[in-house]
């Protein structure tokens, strides 16, 4: 559910961010070999049982709790009144086939920032027998990469991930949405989750934020206190650069997208 985050020939990218009835207790599960298994635990914080599998990034524990798994953002469900997008249903059907091998029974590896602010519990899961979740989503081309700081724990490891479905134009990576939408076109879109690529016109600061402005009305803003994640990426370093930024595209007022981390960019030819 989208709220609450690479490499290719010719493109550089820049990084370099159910049905149970209990909770499950018991001593944590031990993480497997980090060469077992891909984006492997390095420790687990508990042992829970999901109760309802709600969408493709986001599990409902036995507990009440709901859990919004990091990392990952996988197509919306239908939700008032607005269409399904493709392959949200996919990415629910992968999570639910996923969890119910192991009985619905989960590990969590706990984020740096516990809950969102939506309340919901941030985690990684994995499977009972010690597969990553959200590996395994984006391995199918079900979800894509984002990064929110501080929780970057396995970026590096989902952003390749991530990459190789996306050179074999596995799943959503098949669909213009995630191929690069023209800034022109964006607030055509009603908002949502997109690839948006173009030049970046000019770079300006105000009070709270640093905009990298790409025409036609769209900015990609930075807030000031996201700038400590670009120290290796400066914003004077692309002007007049040709990007891709992937995040949520807001058209209030002025269409933009918010840049939390250097994941979110990569220069194009």
């Given at each position: 559910?989208a709220?609450?985050?690479?490499r290719?020939?010719?493109?550089?990218?820049l990084?370099?961010?159910?049905?149970?009835?209990?909770?499950?207790?018991c001593?944590?599960?031990?993480?497997?070999?980090?060469?077992?298994?891909?984006?492997a635990?390095?420790?687990?914080?508990?042992?829970?049982?999901?109760?309802?599998?709600?969408?493709?990034?986001t599990?409902i524990?036995?507990?009440?709790?709901?859990?919004?798994?990091i990392?990952i953002?996988?197509p919306?469900?239908v939700?008032n009144?607005?269409?399904?997008?493709?392959?949200s249903a996919?990415?629910?059907?992968?999570?639910?086939?996923?969890?119910a091998e192991g009985?619905?029974?989960?590990?969590?590896?706990?984020?740096?920032e516990?809950?969102?602010?939506?309340?919901?519990?941030?985690?990684h899961?994995?499977?009972?027998?010690g597969?990553?979740?959200q590996?395994?989503?984006?391995q199918h081309g079900?979800a894509?990469?984002?990064?929110?700081?501080?929780?970057l724990?396995?970026?590096?490891?989902?952003?390749?991930?991530?990459?190789?479905?996306?050179?074999?134009?596995?799943g959503?990576?098949?669909?213009?949405?995630?191929?690069?939408?023209?800034?022109?076109?964006?607030?055509?879109t009603?908002?949502?989750?997109?690839?948006?690529?173009g030049?970046?016109?000019?770079?300006?600061?105000t009070?709270?934020?640093v905009?990298l402005?790409?025409?036609?009305?769209?900015g990609?803003?930075i807030a000031?206190?996201?700038l400590?994640?670009?120290?290796?990426?400066?914003p004077?370093?692309?002007?007049?650069?040709?990007?891709r930024?992937?995040?949520?595209?807001?058209?209030r007022k002025?269409?933009?997208?918010r840049?939390?981390?250097?994941?979110?960019?990569?220069?194009?030819?």
């Open positions: 559910m709220a609450n985050p690479d290719r020939g010719g493109v550089r990218l990084y370099g961010a159910l049905l149970g009835s209990a909770l499950f207790i001593l944590p599960l031990p993480p497997p070999p980090a060469s077992a298994q891909p984006c635990a390095d420790r687990l914080d508990e042992q829970a049982q999901v109760r309802r599998v709600h969408d493709g990034d599990v524990l036995s507990d009440g709790r709901k859990v919004r798994l990392g953002n996988t919306e469900l939700r009144r607005v269409p399904a997008e493709a392959f996919d990415a629910r059907t992968l999570l639910q086939t996923l969890l009985g619905f029974r989960v590990g969590l590896r706990h984020g740096a516990r809950y969102d602010r939506y309340s919901r519990s941030l985690a899961v994995f499977t009972s027998d597969r990553n979740v590996e395994l989503l984006l079900l894509a990469p984002i990064a929110f700081p501080p929780n724990w396995q970026q590096p490891c989902y952003l390749q991930t991530a990459q190789r479905a996306r050179e074999a134009q596995r959503i990576w098949s669909l213009p949405r995630y191929q690069g939408v023209h800034p022109r076109a964006v607030r055509a009603g908002g949502g989750f997109y690839a948006v690529r030049r970046i016109e000019s770079v300006k600061r009070r709270h934020s905009w402005n790409m025409g036609y009305d769209f990609l803003r000031k206190d996201d400590l994640q670009f120290r290796s990426l400066t004077d370093s692309l002007r007049l650069k040709s990007v930024a992937l995040g949520w595209v807001n058209v002025r269409p933009s997208m840049i939390r981390h250097p994941s979110q960019l990569e220069i194009v030819k």
